[in-house]
């Protein structure tokens, strides 16, 4: 490659990357006609009633798969780590969500049983952040959320080995269709590292994006028995 390749190669990559950096500014977030008001003052004293009906006026607003979060994790270096997956619950012993004890995100809990949960509802402006402790809920509620999903996701589950290296597509798709048959055949059928975890809270932010930057963010924080209430400067 001459003189004249390696500048006309350039020359593609920052029109490429201008391209992209008009098409980032360009975007825009909410609909600012349609931002909902949120008082603090009218926030219950526990986070729990507040998430839950944050969620349910997501589901309303039409907002797509209001379920879908983060969740963050640090392996035994302190490494951070994200990915996305579902919520399966959110009651008085905190929220709770799933995957296989033998994953990546099982292995980093298993040796720091911290976590934090994002979810992002741009329909309504708002997001939650969620930081705690992570337990499993143990093997009989491990099996039981595995009963109630769907054929896929148990065949999924029997799968297993998430996050191995995969050798082939073909590879994937041996395995894929023998847990297929499996879970018609046995819809009790058990996935032994499918695990059921629950994230404890200790922190519940709430964010409420206004059309003036004027964001609203109400935290609640643990101490003892309690929540304390505290607004933050956005």
């Known amino acids: 490659m001459n003189d004249h390749d390696h500048h006309r190669e350039r020359d593609d990559g920052d029109d490429e990357q ?21 008082d603090p003052a009218t926030a219950p004293g526990e986070p ?23 969740l963050a994790t640090a392996d035994e270096r302190g490494r951070p780590d994200v990915r996305t997956l579902m919520l399966h619950d959110a009651d008085s012993r905190g929220w709770h969500f799933a995957t296989h004890a033998t994953s990546r995100k099982g292995r980093q809990l298993a040796a720091r049983p911290e976590a934090a ?33 769907s054929t896929g996701a148990l065949a ?14 073909q590879e994937l798709a ?30 519940v932010e709430f964010f409420q994006g206004d059309e003036r930057r004027r964001h609203v963010r109400l935290r609640y924080r643990r101490e003892g028995d309690d929540w304390v209430r505290e607004l933050l400067w956005p």
Do not use: K, N
Not at 121 to 140: D, K
Not at 157 to 166: I, N, P
Not at 182 to 195: F, G, H, K
């Open 18 to 38: 201008e391209a992209f950096r008009a098409l980032l500014r360009d975007q825009r977030v909410w609909d600012l006609e349609r931002l909902p008001v949120f």
């Open 48 to 70: 729990l009633p507040l998430f839950r009906r944050w969620f349910t006026d997501a589901v309303a607003a039409g907002q797509p798969e209001p379920h879908t979060m983060t």
């Open 117 to 149: 949960l994002g979810f992002y509802w741009p329909v309504r402006a708002r997001a939650v952040r969620i930081r705690g402790t992570v337990h499993s809920a143990g093997r009989e509620e491990s099996a039981a959320d595995l009963r109630v999903r």
């Open 156 to 169: 999924s589950a029997l799968v297993g080995r998430q996050s191995e290296v995969l050798g082939s597509a």
């Open 174 to 203: 041996r395995a894929s269709e023998s847990a297929w048959e499996r879970a018609r055949r046995e819809p009790d059928a058990r996935a032994p590292s499918w695990t059921a975890y629950v994230l404890v809270p200790d922190e």
